[in-house]
């Protein structure tokens, strides 16, 4: 899947877990015995499954190396952001796409990063929303997201 705008998008991989005991450390298993990090990660359980949607530093070699291990995986085209860290600063990520009527549908953060916050964001509208952000000033990480 080709990126929007100047590369201003990041992959985002996931995957469906049973909702057990371990699943999610034998995925960490199998990617850090690949030499891959996990830079953000959400994950989100119902009774019987985990969603897990993640950023790796490596997405093309996580893909395969899950894939390899039978997970079903699907590779999803989100946003980078950096946030303000300071009370009322994730608005200026959040205030211009809601002027532009672009949807959040969901959000997470990367792990441990420098004193401003990188939200991982998946929208609607990924063109307008990486416009929107561009023009209100709003740092956005392309593929060098996988090497901070």
Not at 12 to 40: H, M, R, T, W
Request: hydrophobic share 40%; charged share 20%; proline share 3%.
């Amino acid at each position: 899947m080709k990126g929007v705008g100047d590369a201003m998008s990041v992959k985002q991989i996931s995957v469906s877990l049973e909702n057990a005991p371990g699943k999610l450390s034998e995925v960490s298993d199998y990617l850090g015995d690949n030499g891959i990090n996990i830079i953000a990660l959400s994950v989100a359980d119902t009774a019987d499954i985990s969603a897990v949607r993640f950023v790796a530093s490596d997405p093309e070699k996580a893909v395969n190396v899950l894939r390899s291990h039978g997970y079903s995986v699907k590779v999803t085209e989100v946003l980078a952001v950096e946030a303000p860290n300071h009370p009322g600063g994730l608005n200026a990520v959040l205030r211009p796409l809601k002027e532009m009527k672009i949807n959040v549908n969901y959000l997470y953060t990367c792990l441990g990063r420098g004193e401003n916050t990188v939200l991982i964001m998946g929208v609607d509208k990924m063109e307008e929303a990486t416009e929107v952000l561009r023009k209100n000033w709003v740092h956005m990480y392309g593929e060098e997201l996988y090497t901070l």
